[in-house]
């Protein structure tokens, strides 16, 4: 059996003890550790966090900190990789440590199950997880870039997967087992399997023929929906499925702009890339706030996809007791960097739509971003996005999108799309806005042929002015002679 690397427990570890002390969201801190198996690192992180009040429990019902002199992070991936885990995987001092405590250990998840009526490990996480717990299935993404929907399915098939068709609404994709498999009702390149069904070691996956994508990070690109050819950015690329998607709606043709700050993350994302197919990319290990939007460079870039660091508060493995970023201070914080970011998009000269993406449950981070940018930028407006998609952005935005495990089967997101508004007309062009004494606005057509307020006055003063005498004798007499008439 393979063992955890000892870097890999010190590095979760670390990364749990950040996020107790609110240094940072888990997805972030994960791939800014520069862990060579990032993957790895986050789903270790994500299972331990899960586990964090229960193993928690055991370590204080067993005196472990006390017995080993173990720093309670580490001890809390040490139980999770021995009792939770596939067992012990760790080698060396740490391995005989761990099987020296084992039994008192095992006893004490075991009192623990007898105290709450429960006989399943994961019958011990939290409401939150329980009613999350497989509910969100696996969803598969294919690359069209280097095959086709059907050509994966046939695949799948001949490997003895069951092709269900087309999903008709989101509660079939909850019913899922086995090796049964759909097609998203949403996204047409989009699979979608049992939560247990595990790909990282599948032939399609190593090639490149799909990507493990959850279903809510695919929106921001397929509603982006960047024409072929076309001139597109990617703000914030890094790890690169929203780019490798970006690449597959272009067809490879025009040209992809990928940037990120970190050159570990461009490093590991170029990699990811390569294996997609994707040859129309431009890295950039650049913070996209540096970037000119002027430069002759990117004169032809019309579409942009802002999905910037965030509290990662919509991810379901996030979701826990001690769960970070409640600090109103910190998110704040975030929401003027996102908010720095998405203004900065919308000074490319010619760009057309702009999404923005976070995977925050947060309204810092999304409809009040959103706002301020719309109040700051009055030649964008919002798009009404997926007119039946089932939860929206929070009142007024509801032409945004949110999504979360309940309603969308996905991890928590959000995405709204900013667009240029078209060019005036002439004929618009003639509403002008009269300011009233009262601070109301009036419009007033000038097409009509109504005197202007000027020659409104010149009349009046006319009317008022003495009138010839001699006009005045003439109308007396014609009045006289009608009354002769009569």
């Given at each position: 059996m393979k063992t955890w690397p000892v870097y890999l427990l010190h590095k979760t570890a670390e990364i749990l003890e950040k996020v107790a002390q609110k240094k940072g969201a888990v997805k972030t801190l994960v791939y800014?550790?520069?862990f060579q198996n990032i993957k790895q690192l986050f789903a270790l992180v994500c299972e331990t966090q899960k586990y964090s009040s229960v193993l928690q429990e055991i370590i204080n019902s067993?005196?472990?900190?006390?017995?080993?002199?173990?720093?309670?992070?580490?001890a809390k991936v040490l139980v999770y990789d021995l009792l939770i885990g596939h067992g012990v995987k760790c080698g060396g001092t740490w391995k005989t440590m761990m099987m020296k405590h084992r039994s008192r250990l095992q006893a004490a998840l075991a009192r623990i199950?007898?105290?709450?009526?429960?006989?399943?490990?994961q019958d011990l996480l939290p409401s939150s997880f329980q009613q999350t717990h497989d509910v969100i299935p696996r969803y598969v993404r294919v690359n069209t870039l280097k095959?086709?929907?059907?050509?994966?399915?046939?695949?799948?098939?001949?490997?003895?997967?069951?092709?269900?068709g087309t999903a008709c609404r989101l509660e079939d994709l909850s019913h899922l087992s086995g090796k049964r498999f759909l097609c998203d009702l949403h996204l047409q390149d989009l699979l979608v399997f049992s939560a247990k069904t595990a790909f990282h070691n599948h032939f399609l996956y190593k090639a490149g023929h799909i990507i493990l994508q959850d279903k809510a990070s695919c929106l921001p690109a397929f509603l982006l929906n960047p024409q072929v050819g076309s001139h597109v950015i990617d703000a914030c690329a890094a790890?690169?499925?929203?780019?490798?998607h970006l690449a597959a709606m272009i067809k490879n043709k025009g040209k992809l702009f990928a940037f990120d700050l970190d050159a570990k993350r461009l490093s590991t994302m170029s990699t990811l890339l390569l294996r997609a197919g994707v040859t129309c990319h431009q890295l950039a290990n650049q913070d996209f706030l540096k970037v000119d939007p002027q430069s002759s460079e990117y004169k032809e870039v019309e579409y942009i996809l802002l999905d910037p660091s965030c509290s990662g508060s919509g991810m379901v493995c996030l979701r826990d007791e001690v769960s970070e970023l409640q600090d109103e201070g910190r998110l704040q914080a975030l929401a003027t960097f996102q908010l720095r970011c998405l203004n900065h998009t919308l000074q490319f000269p010619r760009v057309q739509r702009v999404v923005y993406s976070t995977c925050s449950i947060h309204s810092q981070e999304n409809e009040e971003v959103v706002s301020a940018c719309l109040q700051q930028n009055p030649a964008f407006r919002l798009v009404h996005l997926l007119p039946n998609w089932p939860e929206r952005g929070h009142e007024p935005f509801t032409e945004c999108l949110r999504a979360s495990t309940a309603k969308t089967r996905t991890h928590?997101?959000?995405?709204?799309?900013?667009?240029?508004?078209?060019?005036?007309?002439?004929?618009e062009n003639l509403l002008v806005?009269?300011?009233l004494p009262s601070g109301g606005e009036e419009k007033q057509d000038t097409h009509q042929s109504g005197p202007s307020d000027e020659e409104q006055e010149n009349t009046e003063t006319a009317n008022k002015q003495p009138t010839n005498p001699v006009s005045k004798k003439k109308r007396r007499n014609r009045k006289k002679h009608k009354k002769q008439e009569f």
């Open positions: 800014d550790s520069k067993t005196k472990l900190l006390k017995e080993t002199k173990l720093r309670i992070h580490l199950k007898v105290k709450r009526k429960v006989s399943r490990n095959t086709t929907l059907e050509d994966v399915i046939d695949y799948l098939k001949r490997e003895g997967f069951s092709y269900q790890p690169g499925n929203k780019t490798s928590g997101f959000f995405v709204a799309m900013l667009e240029r508004r078209p060019p005036q007309t002439d004929e806005i009269t300011t």
